[in-house]
Each structure stands twice: as structure tokens, then as C-alpha cells.
């Protein structure tokens, strides 16, 4: 970008929350065309969120209506990073407003991420359909790593949920609390998580906690993107849901309800869905204008 071009607008919004106030804010460039890496990185440092959205021009073959598909890159305020959700989610929103509700096509690292709008009473709803998920291992010494890191002595874990690594667009590090006040009572060493997320490519650690069969509370140390916690990760959902049908621990149908941020203040409501026969996982949730 050369230093007399304009800056791009940069908005600000919030994902899976209907509040300013709540859900997890993200910046979103709705044209970064004229950007490089450099500025988007940039911008994303200067913004502090932990993710801005950049739009550009569809690639050749995305497929999606004409002014309904996108390129779209995320930026940390250190790196970029191959999907992002409640950015996701935060453009889709941002989109609507200005052309309407319906279906959108965005082109990220990871793949092609679907997105379908819809609006209730006025308030703006974006479900996102992932990258087909994976789920692995955690070898013994990177999970003894990742609780001391945390300070988390093995035996609050819950043995229901035994630690993996889930893919939707990224991966995490699923760890489940066998109390909520286990999960809420996190003040981890920053460096040594950020670490050992890096050897093992992690963006988050999906910390989570059971209060019923389809109710979950869930936290994300995110050092990684030099944010000691993300308010509400819509791409750790959709490795957790994938997470959860790969283990049996949710059935092939299921509409599950993540509750994210209360800890920080800043609550927001995360629905993720599983169908039969379609590997994928939506997530989806409100969002609204900060600013």
C-alpha cells in the first residue's frame, strides 16, 4: 500500500452476541485490496483484537452469487492465522447490513467456509459451515507440557473427555474441567503455553466444561495470537463439535450450546451443529455493530 492511499475502514463488530458488550469483537476490512501483509498485520496490531477480517476479490472458481463471495484473510495482532470464526461470523454480519440476509461464499487458507444469514426481530444471525474436521492424539509429554503450563493438575480433568488435538479450519487442544471452577479459575504461564502451541501448531486450547448433555462452558487461551484469552472462538467450536461426534460423545444429529466469555465479562452464546452424513460442522450465533 502506498503511504498516500487512503486507509481502509476499519469496522468494528462483535460475534455471538446480539450486545456490543458481548460476544468476541473483531475488526473487519470489507475491501483490502490495495493491503499487503505488512499492512494488514498492521492494522490488526493497532485494532488489539485478537482477529481482523480482510476481504478481497473471490478467487477463479469459488462459485457463490456475484457481491456474495469473497477471499478473506485473518490477522492476529502477531500473525496470520488459516480461519478464524467470530471474524467469520463479524463480516458475515457486517455483509448483511449493507446488501441483506442470504447465503455467502468466503475463500479462507483452510478452504471454502459457507455462511448463511438470516435475521429474527432485528437482530442478525450467521451460521458458518466448516472445512471437513479431523481429530488426533496427544502424545503424554505434550499434554503433561499443556497442564503445567496451565497449572492444571491431571486429576481435574474430566476422564469423559480425554485430551486431543481437533481440526476445523485449525487446530486446538481440547481439554475438558471436571468442574466449573476448575475452568474458571485460569491465570496460566503465558510463554511456556505459547511455546509448546507453536511446536504443535495449536491457534487455541479449547478449555471446556459439561453442564448438561448439550450445554458446554468453554474457554480459549490464545497466547499464540498475543491475547492472553479469545472471548468466544467460533473455529474451537467446530473442532469441539467434531471433537465430540469423532469420541461418540454426541450423536450423529445434535444442536449444542457453548457458553463463552462469562468470565471475561464479556458473555456470548455459540450454537453448533451436527448432521448425519455430512462431516462438517456448523456453528453459528448473533452479531452486531460496536461502533
Known amino acids: 500500500m502506498t503511504t498516500d492511499a487512503p486507509r481502509p475502514e476499519v469496522l468494528r463488530y462483535t460475534a455471538f452476541s446480539s450486545a456490543p458488550a458481548g460476544g468476541n469483537p473483531a475488526g473487519v476490512v470489507l475491501d483490502a485490496t490495495a493491503l ?63 446488501t441483506g440476509p442470504g447465503e455467502l461464499v468466503f475463500a479462507t487458507r483452510a478452504g471454502t467456509v459457507p455462511v448463511e444469514v438470516t435475521e429474527e426481530d432485528g437482530v442478525l444471525r450467521a451460521t458458518l459451515t466448516s472445512v471437513e474436521p479431523h481429530v488426533e492424539g496427544i502424545a503424554d509429554a505434550d499434554l503433561a507440557e499443556a497442564l503445567a503450563a496451565l497449572d492444571w493438575p491431571a486429576a481435574d480433568l474430566d476422564p469423559a473427555f480425554p485430551p486431543r488435538i481437533a481440526y476445523a479450519g485449525a487446530r486446538h487442544l481440547v481439554l475438558a474441567a471436571a468442574t466449573r471452577a476448575r475452568l474458571a479459575d ?75 466469555g462469562e468470565d471475561l465479562g464479556r458473555p456470548g452464546e455459540l450454537t453448533v451443529t451436527l448432521r448425519a452424513g455430512d462431516p462438517r460442522v456448523r456453528v453459528g450465533g448473533a452479531g452486531t455493530r460496536i461502533d
Do not use: K, N
Open 36 to 98: 499487503d501483509d505488512d499492512d494488514m498485520l498492521a492494522i490488526a496490531a493497532g485494532l488489539g483484537y485478537s482477529e481482523t477480517a480482510f476481504l478481497t476479490a473471490p478467487p477463479a472458481g469459488l462459485g457463490g452469487r456475484e457481491g456474495r463471495a469473497y477471499g478473506i484473510r485473518y490477522f492476529s495482532p502477531r500473525a496470520e492465522v488459516p480461519f478464524c470464526g467470530h471474524a467469520t461470523v463479524a463480516t458475515a454480519v457486517a455483509l448483511a447490513e449493507r
Open 186 to 260: 485460569l491465570a496460566y504461564d503465558f510463554t511456556r503455553l505459547e511455546t509448546l502451541m507453536r511446536r504443535l501448531d495449536l491457534t487455541t486450547v479449547q478449555l471446556v466444561w459439561r453442564e448438561s448433555a448439550t450445554v458446554f462452558h468453554v474457554r480459549d487461551p490464545f497466547p499464540v495470537g498475543g491475547v492472553v484469552e479469545d472471548p468466544a472462538t467460533g473455529a474451537a467450536a467446530a473442532a469441539f463439535g467434531a471433537y465430540l461426534r469423532t469420541l461418540g460423545l454426541a450423536p450423529e444429529d445434535a444442536v449444542l450450546t457453548l457458553h463463552q
